[in-house]
Structures are given as C-alpha cells and as structure tokens.
C-alpha cells in the first residue's frame, strides 16, 4: 500500500508537462485494453463462424441448400459472406445463356476476391492503432523522463550542495512517465503480434476457401446439359 501512495504521490509532485505526458499514456493504456477486448472478442468469433461453416460446407449439404439458408442471415461475416458473393454471382451470370464459362468463373473469383477483401479489412479494423501504442508509448514516456530530469538538475542549480536525497525525488518523478510507457506498450505489442496472426491464419483460410469453391463451381459450370 505504501509503494502505491508513494507511486501516486510521484505522479502528484511531477511537473505539467511530466504530468501531461503519464495522462497521454494513461489514456493510450486504456483505449488499447478496450481495443484489446474488442478485437478479442471480433477473432475469436469468426474463428467460430468460421469452422463452422467449413463443416457444413463438406457436410455434403446442396449448395443451392446452403445458399439459401445462408442468404437469409443478417450480417454475414466471413466464410459465410465469401460463399454468398461466390455463388450468388455464379447463379446470376448463369442466367445468361450467352455467357461464356470462363467469364462466369471470372465473374465468380472477382466478386469472391472482393468479399475476402472486405472480411480482411474489417479483421485488421484497430489493428494499426496497437501498432502505434506499443511503438511510441515507449518514447513518449522516455520524453517525459528527460524532461523531468532535466528539471531536476535545473533546479540544483540553485542549491548549494546537491545529495542524493535532493536529486532523488526529481529523478524518480521522471522515472514514472517511463514505467507508464512501458506498461502501455507492451499489452500492444504483445496483442498486436497474437491478433495480427489469427488475421493472417483467417486470411489464409478464406482464400484456400475460395480456391476449393471455385473449383467446384468450375466443374459444374463445365458439366453438360447444365
């Protein structure tokens, strides 16, 4: 309990601009938490989605089946909306007799690319806002040390004999703002690099995904009589 107070009392007794700088890190702390959770809690259910569909995907359901019980949920996200972009451009460019397989696949891989694009986007959503907190907390914190440190010293200048107990509390003050940096930054790297893989690994599933959806769209549109 006295490590805390005497912490608080620091934070109390820093400078303006020491104190400006541990708030600007307080803040970035807190709203990289609620990004934390947040983007948590977005992985961690299209991962679910995700595997989900894949099941009853190869569950050797119809797909006309599939498309419709799909077509009727609201807010699709991720394998689920690459599929319905897939499959709905598919079933319209077929309507055309005039159409040309090879167009009615291209149309089907553009409309399926777009869909994975926008999934990524939405997974990356904040991401880059991580990035930022864990690579300049550290030097904003660091800026506030040099500030109060030299505060301290400026203020030696008007003692007549500088001890440890008179550098001390001047120098710890300023310690601070780098501890708070630090504590800032390292929950957003470490979350930056866990968050950016399951991006990457659902990035790569999506388009594995769409490489195996197309195929089996390429056989059927090549089939005769269909």
Do not use: C
């Not at 009392?9 to 104190?19: D, E, N, R, T, W």
């Not at 995700?50 to 359901?61: I, K, V």
Request: charged share 20%; aromatic share 8%; glycine share 6%.
């Amino acid at each position: 309990m006295s490590d805390e107070l005497s912490i608080l009392s620091l934070v109390l007794q820093a400078g303006p601009v020491v104190q400006l700088v541990m708030a600007t890190l307080v803040l970035a702390s807190v709203l990289s938490w609620v990004v934390i959770f947040q983007r948590a809690r977005v992985l961690s259910r299209a991962r679910l989605h995700a595997r989900a569909f894949e099941d009853a995907f190869w569950s050797g359901a119809e797909l006309v089946g599939l498309f419709r019980q799909v077509a009727n949920q609201p807010n699709l996200i991720g394998l689920e909306a690459v599929f319905k972009a897939g499959f709905q451009e598919f079933t319209r460019l077929r309507q055309d007799a005039k159409s040309d397989p090879d167009a009615i696949m291209e149309g089907v891989q553009r409309a399926m690319r777009v869909a994975r694009a926008r999934e990524e986007e939405r997974l990356e959503l904040h991401l880059p806002f991580l990035a930022t907190v864990g690579s300049i907390s550290p030097y904003i914190g660091l800026f506030g040390t040099v500030w109060g440190i030299m505060n301290s010293f400026r203020g030696l200048a008007a003692v007549k004999q500088a001890t440890l107990a008179t550098v001390a509390p001047g120098i710890s003050e300023a310690l601070v703002a780098t501890a708070i940096g630090l504590f800032a930054a390292i929950p957003a790297v470490i979350a930056y690099n866990r968050f950016s893989s399951l991006v990457d690994n659902l990035s790569l599933t999506y388009e594995n995904f769409a490489d195996e959806f197309t195929a089996i769209l390429h056989r059927r549109v090549h089939q005769r009589g269909e």
